[in-house]
């Protein structure tokens, strides 16, 4: 299977290297979304074992629609299942101005084969997390944590099981949907005060590192010239998604999930300070801010890594090298 466990690198690997770290991804599929599924799955150092989807960027039809287009046409060979289809105790909002009609606006795909399992994703990730070894999985979480909230209520044993829950959302400055709130958290809150407060290794890749991580038109070219199927969808989204930003932000687009792939990968491009991290849910202008105190004053226990810092010009290499893998894996 081209997607789950690719061969080589530009990074030489040793009959003794380590075996490649299990990952699940849990998405809401827009453009950066798709970008750091592809990565994931044609990064040697990576296992992906299973995608859970969640209704954010846009409805759930649609980004389940886009993970699965997206799969079927590179061949990632793995299962996808349909989550929370809204937050636990809100309206859904979307980034639709942002990513699309489709979450997703830019590439076109073929008629596709793949379908979504059968069952709910936050069942499938109990049995997953409870049938594997404690700590021996990784949690990527890109979108609104709805999926994830839910699977720890329904079993709080998994909170521990899970060796690291890495999650693109959150800010200690500035938020992007509001003053003080990143999208993600601003989106279910509730959800993410429960994931803060459950016990996981939580490691928190915000708004301060990834927005650090632009794609330029100088960036795109790099792209461009790599040719190949991964290579085509990368630009055919990041025109649309470029457009959106500097239409509606008036700033190049940031590479906010393909961040916390990349540390997974390369983790010491970043540099992380540990914290403890609250939710506010009912402010009446800070509503989904994470608070992150930074110099201890609450006295409670530190409960999450906080990125706080990144190596920009070391990121683009590394996705350069995952989306040229795609043309290894046969997909030109």
Known sequence: MAGKNGTGSSKERSPEAVAPRRIVLDVDTGHDDA????????APELSLD????????????????????????????????????????????????????SGFDGPVFKPRKKQAEKGHAVNAL???????????????????????????????????????????????????VTPSAEFNIHADPEAAKIVFGSGAAVTMIGLDVTTKILLD??????????????????????DNYMTACRNYLGE????????CVAYVIEPELFRLGEYHVDIECSGEVTSGRTVVDIKGVSGKPKNARVAVDVLPDLFWPLLERTIRRWTYLGKR
């Open 217 to 238: 038109e100088q960036k795109m070219i790099d792209v461009r010239l790599i040719r190949g199927r991964a290579s085509e969808i990368f630009v055919d989204s990041m």
């Open 35 to 42: 970008v750091a599924i592809m990565m994931a799955a044609a």
């Open 50 to 101: 299973m995608i859970t989807v969640t209704a954010g960027n846009q409805t759930l039809p649609k980004t389940l629609n886009n993970t699965l287009n997206l799969c079927d046409d590179l061949g990632i060979d793995v299962p996808v299942y349909a989550g929370a289809t809204g937050p636990l105790m809100r309206e859904l909002v979307t980034a639709a101005r942002i990513h699309g009609e």
């Open 252 to 259: 190049y687009p940031a590479m906010h999930d393909p961040s």
């Open 126 to 176: 109990i049995e997953y997390l409870m049938d594997a070894l404690p700590g021996s999985t990784t949690i990527i979480a890109l979108g609104p944590l709805t999926n994830i909230a839910l699977a720890m209520k329904l079993e709080p044993a998994i909170s521990t099981r899970i060796g690291e829950l890495i999650l693109m959302g959150g800010a200690i400055g500035r938020g992007n």
